[in-house]
């Protein structure tokens, strides 16, 4: 698979990324691929997890790789379950062997007036974006642990610093990853696992 910069050689790389099917984690899978990682997209919908895999494999020539040796897989993963966080975790290292970065992708949105939103709505966004990012990180944690190295991208929002409208419970979720990321950033380092964000600027709107 062809490097397209000489900035980020991920060349035996393994990534899982969440939220990977579609927008901004479709793009962070790809860019992966192009330069040099294999990766494991992981999104809710099986049938959308699949048509994404095999986009990604046109976009990046991976369909000319050896079979025997996959660049691209998706799983079915719904981050607010233990046992699908674990089962996609299993699944990356079934494929690749190991996991070295783990992108914290997934996520949903309400836009509404704060008035008109339910307790249930908020706690749903804040459930996918907070606790998912956390359950994911844990997972893949264990095993970055054990081999001493790791790289985990959680994806916050320029909402985490400035004021959008209309989203109190997304801009909140997106705090609480901020805050996630910098104390997995300070607890885990001495494992040799690095946790960092990125505040994108994508809207969905």
Known sequence: MPIKTQLFDLSGKVA????GASGLGKGIAQ???EHGAHVLIGSRTEEKVNQA????????????????EPIIDGVPLDVTNDN??????????????????????????????????SLEEFNTIHESHVTGSLRCAKA???????????????????????DLVEVAAY????????GLTRSLA?????????????ANRFMSW
């Open 16 to 19: 899982l990324v969440t939220g």
């Open 140 to 162: 893949a944690g264990e095993l970055m642990r054990e081999q001493h190295a790791g790289s985990i991208i959680n994806i916050a929002s320029i909402s985490s610093y400035v």
């Open 186 to 198: 300070n607890e885990w380092a001495k494992y040799g696992i690095r946790t960092n964000a990125i």
């Open 84 to 117: 699908s966080v674990d089962h996609a975790v299993r699944k990356c290292v079934d494929d690749f062997g190991k996991i070295d970065i783990l992108v914290n992708c997934a996520g949903i949105i309400v836009k509404k007036p704060t008035f008109e939103l």
């Open 53 to 68: 895999v095999e986009d990604l494999k046109r976009a990046t020539e991976a369909d000319e790789a050896d079979p025997a």
């Open 31 to 33: 860019a992966f691929v």
């Open 171 to 178: 801009a909140a979720a997106k705090n609480g990853v901020m």
